[in-house]
């Protein structure tokens, strides 16, 4: 359903409204209340989900999705758990795009064939693979693209020209912009230079632009949304998840997404 994840970028680009796609740790603190949270977020007008698949050694994730994702696991969180996550938020009438995000290691050991064949049968739309280098996105993309889903790269701080050249080649339906050099959380502020670095990606990629890492609130993420396509909150979503009693996750869950949804559509 990657063709659906591309048309929603083109027109939140023409009606300048960007997207909101938040991170639901798979598992956490059950697959019960994750599903529910899922489903909260997407009800409350979330443009799609990042669904994260619990993993032994995150090297992406700071210290709250680390401790969620352990939890997980160690409660018997498996891979093929994403698949029945998808079918059940499809099963219940959710037609936004949902994205698994993993690590390659778990992608390998599962099989790259029997991945994409069950994400494209259970309605997902593609991967978000924080340790797939740019460099083997050609021995993947035809795989996935026949499926019609989407593989997403990143990009960082870091970057050189080059290599943000070569992301924007890949053909994707958005560029994952990682905005600190560093792993996942929850930060008090935006990264300094952030916006202006943003402002300047803007103007070179034909690619839209989704900000990670780091972003926390409704007021960032609005800041965030004036220069980029959409935003990514994780480390603080879990961890009000964290916080919550399980009875009450759905709501809660469905207030914050609902709150970071109108902030960025308000400027």
């Known amino acids: 359903m990657s063709f659906q994840l591309q048309r929603m970028f083109q027109t939140a680009r023409l009606q300048r409204r960007p997207l909101f796609l938040p991170y639901i740790c798979l598992g956490y603190p059950s697959y019960q209340a994750s599903l529910q949270a899922a489903q909260a977020a997407l009800a ?3 443009s799609a ?12 994730d700071g210290p709250t999705l680390q401790k969620a994702t352990h939890y997980s696991l160690q409660h018997g969180t498996k891979f093929a758990d994403v698949f ?9 009438g959710f037609r936004q795009p949902l994205l698994v995000m993993s690590y390659l290691n778990l992608v390998e050991q599962f099989g790259w064939e029997d ?19 740019l460099e083997k996105f050609p021995l993947f993309t035809p795989l996935m693209r026949s499926k019609n889903l989407a593989l997403i790269p990143f990009i960082a701080p870091t970057s050189s020209p080059q290599r ?27 990264p300094s230079g ?4 943003l402002r300047t990606l803007g103007d070179r990629l034909e690619t839209p632009l989704v900000v990670g890492f780091g972003i ?13 396509d959409g935003v990514i909150i994780a480390s603080a979503l879990v961890q009000l998840i964290s916080k919550t009693p399980v009875s009450k996750i759905s709501g809660v869950v469905g207030r914050f997404c609902g709150q970071v949804v109108n902030a960025l559509h308000e400027f």
């Open 44 to 46: 409350a007008g979330a």
């Open 49 to 60: 989900l990042e669904l994260g698949v619990p993993f032994s050694d995150p090297i992406a």
């Open 84 to 92: 029945r996550m998808i079918q059940d938020l499809r099963r219940a």
């Open 115 to 133: 991945f994409a064949a069950a994400l494209s049968k259970t309605g997902g739309d593609g991967a978000i693979l924080p340790d797939l280098p």
């Open 164 to 190: 943000i050249k070569m992301a924007d080649a890949q053909g994707a339906p958005f560029l994952y912009y990682v905005s600190v050099t560093g792993v996942t959380g929850a930060r008090k502020t935006l």
């Open 194 to 197: 952030l916006l202006r670095a």
């Open 216 to 228: 926390s609130n409704p007021a960032q993420a609005a800041q965030v949304g004036k220069v980029a």
